[in-house]
């Protein structure tokens, strides 16, 4: 500091001082402001986010209200690096940033769902601490609201698009597109296709049926991220979240309804989604596809089967919950449940089996979730709850974590960058650590890190399926495609904390033959790949029959694949909602 500096200096500490001796002490403890001529950009928080109107849940349920949003995640025309609306998009930020649109107008509905689908990603890349990919080669998803006439919405792998469809209420126009929970659950599909995207390919009933499950607990934790409805949640429950509320089911907005008379007994338009429910595990030949008495019934239907996983995570998340409690005020208690139970979602998919599964290789992967994340201080929760639900015995639980204690030491290398480095490592390490000796071939699927350093790889196998018998009708010959695998996580240190090997069992094979058989008997396979999901409206095939060319011998080929697009009905054609409402209660006054 120069002499002339420190006169300077010294003068301004005299003038500070005399300032302060002059105002009231209160007065005298103000910080000195701050004191420059140089352009600065503005504060981060004070540009990065603009206001929304939507729908907190669905339009049976209150008003809309104004949320925030990332202003680099919404762009005029509603478009953003993974996510655009379909179609001609008048949506345009009025002059302070915002897209504040009402109830009654297209661009409502457009903000709404676009909001929600943009919401549910980052939400589960947030979790998932890193960039998700989709499916398909492309960056961007397309979302379409425009859809008439129907009480469905869908995911289209192929098209590479989210379809929502609307309908009347009473002369009262209802898109899908307006309820969070539907948006979510669709977006959700998507998610978990470009995590595990043979679980959009297998037949199985563990596969398709957790694929329903990951949409219905992907919409409870895009609800329990809403401030105001985890206060309304406490408010209405009293802190007992095994009481009926609408978070976990219907019921809220099912009274709403019979209330305003929005809905009459014949129309029977609800979303579906009650996660408390007392449904647990049957033996697979006990269960029909299509049970009378599906409301109440557990059968094999995908939407209807996956309940029994819905109703389990819900259950951990109360369990987890109510665990905090008893030390932490409840409103931070459910915020901290709620992020746990989504870190052990994601990461349980991660290290989930990659291809055919049951509910039992789901409850595995969570226990290894937990284990890797919080050290089994919410291993009785999950055990517990999966053994109460039939999922995975106390046994097997046990002895899945003693495996998990006694993994060899196996470390990866610092970097595998190829496929074929990926295959090396498993060949020359792995398979003889782990003693897998008489394993199919397997091939590398994945490689990845987050950012917290934790290393995934997934190998993969396939074989191929004949059906055969007259069950099948005119498919007798046919094949279908199994798939099996290996998931490998290691930590950031790069040793390895978790395995699971998920091969082809004879159950796979027997039960998909009866569920492709089945698939056939509800006419639910079609020969048109390029049929529009757009213009199906009653008709929702599940399965695609493909003949290859013939060969030089001339004989062909018939596969049964996988329909590339998932669709979720929006109807309850069994029940009317007031005898639904009066079931519901029955189940609650019995489990208390």
């Not at 007065?27 to 939507?54: G, I, K």
């Not at 802190?239 to 305003?260: C, P, T, W």
């Not at 190829?418 to 782990?434: D, G, N, Q």
Request: aromatic share 10%.
């Amino acid at each position: 500091m120069t002499k002339h500096e420190a006169s300077a200096y010294n003068r301004l500490r005299r003038l500070q001082e005399l300032s302060r001796s002059n105002m009231p002490a209160v007065m005298a403890q103000r910080a000195t402001s701050t004191f420059t001529l140089h352009d600065e950009p503005p504060p981060q928080n004070a540009t990065a986010r603009v206001l929304v109107v939507v729908y907190p849940q669905d339009p049976f349920m209150g008003e809309p209200e104004v949320r925030t949003m990332d202003a680099a995640d919404i762009r005029p025309g509603l478009v953003n690096s993974r996510i655009r609306i379909q179609g001609d998009v008048s949506v345009m930020p009025d002059e302070e940033g915002n897209y504040l649109y009402w109830v009654g107008t297209s661009e409502f509905d457009q903000v709404n769902a676009f909001y929600y689908t943009t919401f549910t990603l980052r939400m589960f890349e947030r979790y998932a601490q890193r960039a998700l990919p989709w499916a398909f080669p492309m960056p961007r998803i397309t979302v379409d609201i425009t859809l008439d006439d129907a009480m469905n919405a869908f995911y289209s792998e192929k098209d590479r698009m989210l379809g929502f469809h609307s309908f009347q209420v009473n002369g009262r126009r209802i898109s899908t597109a307006q309820s969070a929970d539907i948006v979510s659950h669709e977006t959700a599909h998507a998610i978990l296709d470009g995590l595990r995207d043979l679980y959009n390919e297998s037949f199985g009933l563990g596969a398709t049926a957790f694929h329903e499950s990951f949409g219905d607990m992907a919409a409870m934790l895009v609800a329990l991220h809403d401030d105001s409805l985890i206060r309304r949640l406490l408010d209405w429950t009293d802190g007992d979240l095994h009481r009926d509320n609408f978070v976990a089911s219907v019921a809220e907005h099912l009274i709403q309804a019979l209330k305003d008379d929005q809905i009459t007994a014949d129309e029977q338009v609800v979303y579906l989604r009650n996660a408390i429910n007392s449904l647990a595990i049957l033996p697979f030949e006990e269960l029909l596809y299509q049970p009378p008495d599906p409301e109440f019934t557990l059968g094999r239907q995908p939407h209807n089967y996956s309940r029994v996983f819905t109703g389990a995570f819900y259950d951990i998340f109360a369990g987890i919950y109510n665990h905090l409690k008893q030390h932490t005020p409840a409103h931070i208690a459910i915020y901290r449940a709620r992020d746990i139970v989504a870190y052990l979602l994601v990461c349980a998919v991660e290290l989930g089996p990659v291809g055919e599964l049951d509910f039992a290789d789901m409850a595995k992967a969570f226990l290894a979730a937990e284990n890797v994340y919080y050290d089994r201080r919410y291993n009785h929760v999950l055990v517990d709850v999966f053994d109460q639900r039939q999922i995975l015995t106390r046994a097997d639980a046990a002895a899945f974590m003693r495996e998990l204690d006694t993994l060899p030491e196996v470390y990866l290398p610092d970097s595998i960058n190829s496929a074929l480095a990926a295959a090396l490592f498993l060949e020359e390490k792995v398979l003889p650590a782990l003693k897998l000796d008489d394993v199919a071939p397997l091939m590398p699927l994945a490689a990845y890190r987050n950012a917290s350093g934790d290393a995934y790889l997934t190998y993969y196998y396939a074989e191929r399926m004949a059906l055969q018998g007259e069950q099948f009708l005119e498919f007798d010959g046919a094949s279908v495609d199994l798939y099996g695998g290996l998931s490998l996580m290691f930590d950031k240190h790069n040793k390895l904390r978790s395995v699971i090997y998920r091969p082809i069992t004879s159950t796979d094979r027997k039960q998909i033959n009866i569920l492709v058989a089945e698939l056939i008997a509800f006419g639910l396979i079609t020969q048109d790949y390029d049929a529009d999901p757009t213009k199906l409206k009653h008709v929702t095939p599940q399965a695609l029959m493909v003949t290859e060319p013939p060969s030089a011998a001339g004989s062909k080929n018939t596969h049964v694949l996988k329909f590339p697009v998932i669709f979720d009905p929006v109807s309850m054609p069994h029940l009317s909602l007031l005898e639904y409402f009066k079931r519901i209660k029955s189940i609650l006054k019995r489990r208390t």
